[in-house]
C-alpha cells in the first residue's frame, strides 16, 4: 500500500456550515484524517510517502485560471475588506441576474460558489494546493512507477469542484486533475470510478465531451440527495463524450447487495474500454452510520468493495473523498484497501 500524505491537512478547518437552517460544526474536519492515519498505524504492509509537489500547470490544466487566482486570494482580499469570519456566500448568480466577474467579494465568491455549506479561510488554498500534488504524486507512483495501486490520504475532498466552481466541500478536482495528468503523461484512455455516496458532479461536467476520460457515479438518488441537480442516469455525455459518462444513482437505504450490483454495471462498462489508469475517488459517506448520507454498508462491506474493485485489474489510484461518521472511518477506509491488497495478493 503506497499512501501520499501531505503536512498540510489541517489548515483548512471551517467554523461551520449552513445545514438545514442552522450553522453546525463543519462535517468535513480534519479528525477525519486522524483518524484514517491511525487505522493505518499497524499495518506492516502500508507505506507512507510524502507527496512531491508537480507545481501548478497540472491543475491548470483542469480549472481556469480565474478561478485559480480567486482560490489563492479571496481569503486575504475578505480580511482587508474587514470581515472577521470563514469566506461563506450568501447571493448567487442565477438566471435572470447578471452572471459578471464582479469587483465585490459578496458577489465575487457567490459567482464561484455553487452551495453554502463549504467555508474558505487562511490555510485553505495551501491544503488544496497541497491536496492536488499529494493525488498527482499517487498517478504518478501508479502510472510511471508501474505500481499496482497509491492512495492519496487528503482532505478536503475535490470530487463535487468544477472547472471553475467550489462547493460541498471540494476546491480542486483531484480525481480529474490525475485522470488528465494521465493523458497529458500519455495514457489514452483513463477511467474514474467514483463510489463516494454523492454524485462526482464536478468530476461529470469536466469530461463531458470527451471520450479519452470514462466518468462512472454510483451514488444516493440526486432527487432526494446532494448535490440534486445533476447526477440522473439519463446523463450520459456530450458530443464526442457521448456514451462516456455512467451515472448509477440509487434508492435511500440502498444496501451492499444493490451497491455490487451497480458495481457490476459499472465494471462491465470499465472493462469494455482499454483503459490504462482506474481513478477511484473514494468516499466511506455509504456507512449505515454516516451523518449526512443514508446508504446502510458496513464496516465489513468495505472489504467486498476493495476486493471488487482490485478484480478489475488495472493499475489503481484511491482519492480520499467523504466519510462523515469519524469514529469507523479510519477502519472504513483500511477496508477497502486492505480486501484490495488481499484480492491482488491472492
Ligand atoms: C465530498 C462530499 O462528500 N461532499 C458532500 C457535501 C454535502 N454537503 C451538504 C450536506 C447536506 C446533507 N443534508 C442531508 C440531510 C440528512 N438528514
Ligand atoms: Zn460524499
Request: charged share 15%.
Amino acid at each position: 500500500m503506497n499512501i501520499f500524505l501531505n503536512d498540510k491537512v489541517a489548515l483548512h478547518e471551517g467554523q461551520g456550515e449552513m445545514h438545514q437552517g442552522k450553522f453546525v460544526p463543519c462535517f468535513e474536519s480534519p479528525s477525519r484524517l486522524n483518524n484514517i492515519l491511525s487505522a493505518f498505524e499497524n499495518e506492516p504492509e502500508a507505506t507512507f510517502l510524502n507527496a512531491t509537489d508537480y507545481g501548478l500547470q497540472p491543475i491548470l490544466d483542469v480549472h481556469a485560471t480565474d478561478y485559480v487566482e480567486f482560490l489563492q486570494n479571496i481569503h486575504k482580499d475578505w480580511l482587508a475588506a474587514g470581515n472577521t469570519g470563514d469566506v461563506i456566500p450568501y447571493i448567487w448568480p442565477v438566471p435572470g441576474l447578471k452572471r459578471i466577474a464582479h469587483n465585490n467579494l459578496n458577489a465575487r465568491v457567490g459567482y464561484y460558489a455553487f452551495s453554502s455549506d463549504t467555508p474558505i479561510m487562511q490555510g485553505t488554498w495551501q491544503a488544496v494546493y497541497s491536496g492536488a500534488q499529494t493525488a498527482l504524486s499517487a498517478l504518478h507512483c501508479v502510472f510511471q512507477g508501474n505500481k499496482r495501486m497509491a492512495f492519496s490520504l487528503s482532505r478536503p475532498p475535490g470530487h463535487h469542484a468544477h472547472r471553475s466552481s467550489y462547493g460541498g466541500y471540494c476546491f480542486l478536482n483531484n480525481a480529474a486533475i490525475c485522470a488528465q495528468q494521465a493523458i497529458t503523461l500519455g495514457a489514452k484512455k483513463v477511467a474514474i470510478l467514483d463510489v463516494d455516496f454523492h454524485h462526482g458532479n464536478g468530476t461529470q461536467d469536466i469530461f463531458y465531451e470527451r471520450n479519452d476520460v470514462l466518468t462512472i457515479s454510483i451514488h444516493g438518488n440526486p432527487e432526494t440527495n446532494f448535490p440534486y441537480y445533476l447526477g440522473y442516469s439519463e446523463e450520459t455525455g456530450a458530443d464526442e463524450g457521448i456514451g462516456f459518462n455512467l451515472n448509477l444513482p440509487l434508492d435511500n437505504g440502498a444496501d451492499m447487495k444493490v451497491w455490487l450490483q451497480a458495481f457490476e454495471t459499472a465494471a462491465s462498462k470499465v472493462k469494455a474500454m482499454d483503459t490504462e489508469v482506474l481513478i477511484v475517488p473514494l468516499g466511506v459517506d455509504t456507512f449505515v452510520d454516516d451523518p449526512i448520507s443514508n446508504f446502510t454498508l458496513t464496516t465489513e462491506d468495505y472489504l467486498t468493495m476493495g476486493e471488487a474493485i482490485a478484480r478489475l485489474d488495472l493499475p489503481t489510484v484511491f482519492i480520499m473523498e467523504g466519510g462523515y461518521d469519524v469514529g469507523p472511518i479510519g477502519q472504513n477506509v483500511f477496508n477497502v484497501l486492505s480486501g484490495f491488497n488481499a484480492e491482488t495478493n491472492k
